[in-house]
């Protein structure tokens, strides 16, 4: 049996700039290594012009966070926990949270964001509509291309919070969180779903492979996903999160059939988006009530986590939508580096 | 409140969503007005009440609120 495409362990990404240049130097050396740590994390400015969302720290971040799923090739798993990259990671993730919370509006109005997110505009905007209405094939598989960073670990993220949920909070976010993995069956766990739509697009389905492409925008909302996920103290963001996620999921997932029919696409992609307009139905409504309602009723504090959350989330997707459109509208690729052939 | 759960002493508890769907505990089988059967092995089906879903007999969250 061969070894799918989905289970590769990725390459060490190029870096972008003296933070992800110091760290991707490191994990190429053992672990412990010299203290790499302390000379990026003590720069004055450790984050350019770009900011914490800027491509240097949103990469380091990355690489930092894919220590904890899959790793990279050739490099020593002892990484995952070394003090100094923790430290680094530290840094960046406060600055990161810093920028987020200066983005949001903020509050604890729950209902408010959530009522929000469940009306359809009139007059939808976004990635999706744009694709449905008159994007072209390679504007298609540069969405996937993005895309893939996520959705080749989709639902993973969001599986470190189990242990931090109690009763029926725990019980339905484990019931959704078993259907993203295929309901017990290994070839309809939702990555591997999205993996066959890759082949079947001509792109290459292997985990992590396109890094190197996806610029700093599309890497934001896959950080704040392992952000939320990987501090037990942001358990009520991560849930917040995941909710807008699944309410914002079955109108974009309606919108890519129908662009994807007009293309003429192999049933391979139609299916991964259909399944996630029939599944995403149910998991908004069990995320919304038994999910976010029930961490909220034993934990009432963390109501505005959730808020934040939400707000996080909905600023990273438009940031990513933003940059996607204004690349395609005036004739570019809307890649760090472009798709070869 | 959830779904309910399906033992053999226990009811199976329907839940209706105000302005929304209507969540059974999975596996269902629907048969439709045209005789045909579709079935559902999902953990909880969203069965749509509004009549507008494209996915129909499922949910597909057509039934959301459009701002003018
Ligand atoms: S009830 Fe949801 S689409 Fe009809
Ligand atoms: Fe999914
Ligand atoms: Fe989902």
Redesign the interface.
Known sequence: MTERASAHTPRLPQPRGPVSAAVIEALHRPCPGAALAATAAARDDPFGEDGPLGEDPQLSLYVCYELHYRGFRGVDPGWEWDPELLRLRGVLERSFHQELLRGVAGGDDLEGELSTLLVEPKTPGGVSHFLATEGNWPQMREYFTHRSLYQLKEADPQAWVIPRLTGQAKASLVAVEYDEFGGGRGERVHAELFADLMAAAGLDAGYGHYLDNAPATTLAPVNLMSYLGLHRGRRGALVGHFAAAEISNPPNSKRMVHALERLGAAEACRHFYLEHVDADAVHEQVMRHEVLGGLLAAEPQLKQDAVFGIQATELLERRFADHLLRAWLSGGTSLRVPLSG | ??PGHCGRDSPRRIRL?KN??M?VEGPVEVELEDGTVVT???????ICRCHRS??YP????SH?????
């Open positions: 409140m959830r969503v929304g769907p969540l559902s092995d999902r953990f909880v089906v969203a494209g996915r499922w949910c597909d969250t959301r609120r459009r701002s003018g």
